[in-house]
């Protein structure tokens, strides 16, 4: 099989008719056909093709198939953006009186998904600790219709054992999805460690330095859908296509979480480099954390690559011995913290993360603003953190920047 970047420009991209280098953008709402009949039996399902850009286009298409060769899955869903994957999917999946199995380590928005969103139409989540396989097991029961969890936590980046947690799942009969947006398939092989659904946010790493939003639900094939009560019809109909059939036909039409056809060709460009910018990104986030680690203004500081770090070996086991591009650092108050981001004049004080670009964040006041002090300090969100996301510059000119952050203490 070729490598990750040679699939990345050439697997799955349908060829052009005109022998273009690039699939074009087919930014077209409706698609015409050649009789009634064919437009019948496209609505039907009974053969493949495009009829309205809502549901499916040819250069969204052209990406999920290359998202499909470069990950060896079963099925992958291109959507709007990467809170969009987590909300089909759990839709899909979930219901009033049916419940999630998660961790209260999440991103701001997902865990407002969660708790907001999702309670008012009467699913339940509940929170353990993903380190504890014993407490996730006592926490599933015949109503839980999804575990879910990412691969590093953002911004606590905690690491927990997939294969270890897969294990006590696949015996109960629930589906594993890991958003694996920080490592993506480069770093992270979601199916060798047992996970049914990776979902990933295509806005940041593939998009090719937050060029565009999107959204990816990657299903690898290795659930039997017909243990889920709410799947045993299309189960019985499509078999392992079950879950992604219900998306396609019903719930991704629905909703209308399409990935435009725009984002998906810029989407698809920035494939083509991802693997050269999380190397370099990876790199300049241990250089970084390593500097700051020897710096007395500092406190703490988090990095899954640092030795000391408590999630290193779960992740040069899970990862291959890199450890992402994001870290985080404590300073003495939020005073010090907002005094060192003023000072930044190479990192970019924004949000996002993975972007060609260092950015830097206290979550805090920001991402997790809408949060109580309590609450915070429950998911580990400390007023003192800062979160930084190493881009692809020159290291040496990212310490030069930070030592002036520091200066200004």
């Not at 064919?38 to 009829?51: N, T």
Request: proline letters at 3%; glycine letters at 8%; hydrophobic letters at 40%.
């Amino acid at each position: 099989m070729n490598g990750f970047t040679t699939r990345a420009i050439h697997g799955g991209g349908r060829r052009d008719a005109h022998g273009s280098l690039r699939v074009p953008v087919y930014d077209s709402v409706a698609f015409e056909h050649e009789n009634s009949s064919s437009l019948r039996d496209a609505f039907m399902g009974r053969k493949p093709a495009h009829i309205y850009s809502r549901i499916t286009n040819p250069t969204v298409q052209d990406f999920e198939a290359r998202i499909q060769a470069l990950t060896g899955a079963l099925s992958v869903l291109a959507v709007s953006s990467g809170m969009a994957a987590i909300s089909n999917t759990l839709i899909a999946l979930g219901g009033a009186g049916k419940n999630i199995v998660t961790s209260r380590y999440l991103f701001g928005n997902t865990l407002s998904l969660f708790e907001k969103t999702f309670a008012a139409w009467g699913l339940e989540a509940r929170y353990v600790s993903m380190l504890n396989p014993e407490e996730l097991a006592q926490a599933i029961d015949d109503e839980t219709c999804a575990v879910f969890l990412e691969s590093i936590t953002n911004p606590q980046l905690e690491v927990a054992n997939c294969q270890s947690l897969s294990a006590v799942i696949r015996e109960r009969g629930v589906p594993l999805i890991v958003d694996n947006t920080l490592m993506t398939p480069y770093l992270f092989n979601c199916a060798g460690a047992g996970v049914d659904i990776e979902i990933i946010s295509s806005t940041k790493y593939i998009s090719g330095g937050a060029t565009s939003v999107g959204g990816l639900v990657i299903d690898h094939g290795s659930f039997d859908w017909s243990r889920a009560a709410k799947f045993r019809g299309r189960a019985a109909k499509f078999g392992k296509m079950a879950f992604i059939a219900a998306l396609r036909q019903e719930v991704y039409r629905d909703t209308g979480a399409c990935l435009s056809p725009h984002n998906a060709y810029l989407q698809s460009l920035g494939l083509e480099t991802m693997a050269l910018r999380i190397d370099k990104s990876c790199q300049n986030a241990q250089y970084l954390a390593e500097f700051i680690a020897k710096r007395p203004e500092v406190t703490e500081v988090n990095y899954p690559g640092l030795t000391d770090s408590p999630s290193r070996p779960t992740a040069s086991r899970q990862f291959n011995h890199k450890y992402g591009g994001v870290l985080t650092f404590d300073l003495n108050s939020i005073e010090e913290c907002f005094s060192f981001m003023d000072a930044l004049r190479v990192v970019r004080r924004a949000t996002n993360i993975n972007d060609n670009k260092s950015l830097i964040l206290h979550p805090a006041s920001t991402i997790f603003a809408e949060y109580s002090d309590e609450e915070k300090k429950r998911m580990a969100i400390r007023p003192t953190m800062l979160r930084l996301s190493a881009g692809i510059e020159d290291y040496e000119d990212l310490i030069i920047d930070l030592q002036k952050g520091f200066a200004s203490l």
